[in-house]
C-alpha cells in the first residue's frame, strides 16, 4: 500500500524555471535554464550525467541547487535517498530537501520554504545505475550491491568535482536516509581510504548525518515491533512471544512460533503506514490516481527531461520512485555498519543520525540503542545528557551527545521522511549540523537557518 503523499512524488518529475546566467567553471552544457511551471528564482541548477565507467557505459545522473543565497560561501552537501534503489531526485530533491514541490495539479511546482538550500549548495545523484535516470549499456550492471555502489560513487565524486572544481575545496556533508545508512557510512569509508592514498586532491568531508537509518539489521528489525507494541500497535500476548521466540540476529533462520507472531503482528500493514504511523492511508482510489499520474508524466516528460538533460540513450523504460530494474543483493542489507561508523568517527568525521520518531520500517528505539553501542565501542563518554531540543517555542525533538563526534537527535512528529513531514524542524537541525552548533534547549533560540 503507497501512501497519499509518495503519490506526489512522479508530478515532480514532470515540472520544474530559471532563466540563468551562466558561471564561470561551472558547464555550461548542464545548466537548467528552464522547465515549466516553476516560480522565478536567484539561484542556479544544474543537471545531467557523469559516467562511472566507460567500458560498460555506465553513467549516474545528478541534480544540482545552489544555495538560496550566498552560494560562494556555503558548504556542499550530498543527499542519497536508500531503497536501496529509490530516486534521490524524486524523493529528496522534489518531495523532501530541495527547493520546489510539485502544487496540487502536478503540472507547475512551488517554493520549498523550508529547503536544505537555505543553509547548502544541494547535489542529489541517482544510484546505483539503474535508479531514475542513471543507466548502464550493460545489463549484468544492475546486479549490483553496496561495494559497487560506494566505488561508483567515489568515481562519480571525482569527475564530478572535474566538472564543478570551484566547489572542489567547500566544506563537504554526506547525507542520506533510510537504506543511506549503508550508502553514506560504506561511500566515507572509501572516501577516507582514497585521501589516505593520494597524492593529489583529497575530498573536504566535514561530517555525515542520516536519517532514520538501517545499521544492523537484526536490531532495526526487532525495534520494529517494539515500536508496533510501544504504540499500542499488537497486543502484549503477541510482543510477548516476539520477544520470547525470535532471534532477530539470524533473520533466515526464525523459528515457526516467531513467523507466526511476526505475521499476526504485520497484519497492521495493510490499514497503517509504517513509513508513518500518524498517517491516515488513502483509500480505495490509490492505484487509479497513481495511473493518472503516469498517463499526464508521459504526456510532458519529453520536455521535462530535455531541459533535465535526462535519459540521453532514450532508455526503454519510464523513470520511476524506486526501480524494479535494480537487483540488489539481499545479504548486503545484513552487514553490520558500526565498525564503520566508528573507523570515520575515529577519522575525526562527527556523525549524527536522527530520526522521525513516527517511522516504524527503521524506529528511533533500534538506532538510539545502537548509537549507545557505538559510543561504548569508541569509549566516549556522554557530553550532552539525553534532553529537548527547541525550535519556534516548541519541542523539536530530544538529543544526546557522545564525545565530541557522535550525535543522536530525534525529530518529533516526522516519519521516516523526516523533511518532508517536518519541514521547519529538519531545516533547524540541518543548519545546526553544518554550522557545527548543538540543537539548543532554550526555547527562544532562533538562529538564522
Same mark, same amino acid.
Given at each position: 500500500m503507497v501512501s497519499c503523499r509518495a503519490l506526489a512524488v512522479t508530478m515532480a518529475l514532470m515540472v520544474v524555471t530559471v532563466g540563468c546566467n551562466f558561471v564561470k567553471g561551472y558547464p555550461e552544457e548542464d545548466l537548467v535554464v528552464r522547465l515549466p511551471g516553476q516560480p522565478k528564482v536567484g539561484f542556479r541548477q544544474y543537471a545531467g550525467y557523469v559516467n562511472v565507467d566507460s567500458k560498460n557505459g555506465r553513467s549516474l545522473f545528478y541534480y544540482f541547487v545552489e544555495a538560496d543565497k550566498q552560494p560562494d560561501t556555503k558548504p556542499l552537501t550530498l543527499w542519497l535517498n536508500g531503497g536501496p534503489g529509490c530516486s534521490s531526485v524524486g524523493g529528496g530533491a522534489f518531495t523532501e530537501l530541495g527547493p520546489f514541490y510539485p502544487t496540487?495539479? *502536478?503540472?507547475?511546482?512551488?517554493?520549498?520554504? %523550508?529547503?536544505w538550500n537555505k543553509a547548502s549548495n544541494l547535489l542529489f545523484v541517482e544510484s546505483p545505475a539503474g535508479v531514475g535516470w542513471s543507466y548502464s549499456n550493460t545489463s549484468s550492471d544492475y546486479n549490483t550491491g553496496d561495494e559497487t555502489t560506494a566505488s561508483d560513487m567515489v568515481v562519480f565524486l571525482l569527475r564530478w568535482f572535474d566538472k564543478f572544481?570551484?566547489?572542489?575545496?567547500?566544506?563537504?556533508?554526506l547525507t542520506g536516509e533510510s537504506y543511506a545508512g549503508h550508502y553514506i557510512p560504506q561511500l566515507a569509508d572509501a572516501i577516507l581510504s582514497?585521501?589516505?592514498?593520494?597524492? *593529489?586532491?583529497?575530498?573536504?568531508?566535514?561530517? =555525515?548525518?542520516?536519517?532514520?537509518p538501517l545499521l544492523e539489521l537484526g536490531r532495526d528489525t526487532s525495534a520494529t515491533y517494539e515500536f508496533f507494541w510501544s504504540h499500542g500497535m =499488537?497486543?502484549?500476548?503477541?510482543?510477548?512471544? =516476539?520477544t520470547?521466540? #525470535?532471534?532477530?540476529?539470524?533473520?533466515?533462520?526464525?523459528?515457526?512460533? #516467531?513467523?507466526?507472531?511476526?505475521?499476526?503482528?504485520?497484519?497492521? !500493514? *495493510?490499514?497503517? !503506514?509504517?513509513?508513518?504511523?500518524?498517517?491516515?492511508?488513502c483509500y480505495p482510489s490509490i492505484v487509479q490516481q497513481e495511473l493518472k499520474l503516469k498517463q499526464m508524466a508521459t504526456k510532458i516528460? %519529453? *520536455?521535462?527531461?530535455?531541459?533535465?538533460?535526462?535519459?540521453?540513450?532514450?532508455?526503454?523504460?519510464?523513470?520511476?520512485? #524506486?526501480?524494479?530494474? +535494480? !537487483?540488489?543483493?539481499?545479504?548486503?542489507?545484513?552487514?553490520? %555498519?558500526?565498525? =564503520?561508523l566508528k573507523r570515520i568517527i575515529q577519522n575525526k568525521t562527527p556523525v549524527w543520525i536522527f530520526s522521525g520518531d513516527q517511522d516504524a520500517v527503521v524506529p528511533l528505539l533500534g538506532s538510539r540503542t545502537l548509537v549507545r553501542e557505538l559510543a561504548h565501542h569508541l569509549n566516549f563518554k556522554t557530553t550532552l545528557p539525553y534532553r529537548p531540543?527547541?525550535?519556534?517555542?516548541? +519541542?523539536?525533538?530530544?538529543?544526546?551527545?557522545?564525545?565530541?563526534?557522535?550525535?543522536?537527535?530525534? +525529530?518529533?512528529?516526522?516519519?521516516h521522511m523526516v523533511p518532508y513531514a517536518q519541514p521547519s524542524r529538519a531545516l533547524h537541525m540541518f543548519s545546526s549540523f553544518v554550522h557545527g552548533r548543538r540543537l539548543h534547549n532554550n526555547t527562544h533560540y532562533s538562529p538564522d537557518e
Open positions: 496540487g495539479d *502536478g503540472r507547475g511546482l512551488r517554493i520549498n520554504s %523550508m529547503s572544481p570551484e566547489l572542489k575545496s567547500r566544506d563537504f556533508f582514497y585521501n589516505i592514498h593520494s597524492t *593529489g586532491y583529497k575530498f573536504n568531508v566535514k561530517g =555525515i548525518a542520516i536519517g532514520n =499488537i497486543s502484549d500476548e503477541t510482543r510477548g512471544t =516476539i520470547t521466540h #525470535c532471534d532477530f540476529s539470524n533473520l533466515h533462520n526464525l523459528s515457526q512460533v #516467531c513467523s507466526d507472531a511476526l505475521k499476526e503482528a504485520d497484519t497492521i !500493514n *495493510g490499514y497503517v !503506514n509504517n513509513y508513518d504511523v500518524l498517517l491516515d492511508v516528460s %519529453m *520536455g521535462v527531461q530535455q531541459a533535465l538533460h535526462a535519459n540521453r540513450t532514450r532508455l526503454p523504460y519510464q523513470w520511476s520512485m #524506486c526501480s524494479s530494474l +535494480v !537487483n540488489y543483493r539481499d545479504t548486503d542489507a545484513s552487514i553490520n %555498519m558500526l565498525p =564503520i531540543w527547541f525550535h519556534k517555542n516548541q +519541542v523539536g525533538g530530544w538529543v544526546t551527545e557522545y564525545g565530541k563526534l557522535l550525535t543522536f537527535a530525534t +525529530v518529533r512528529g516526522a516519519a
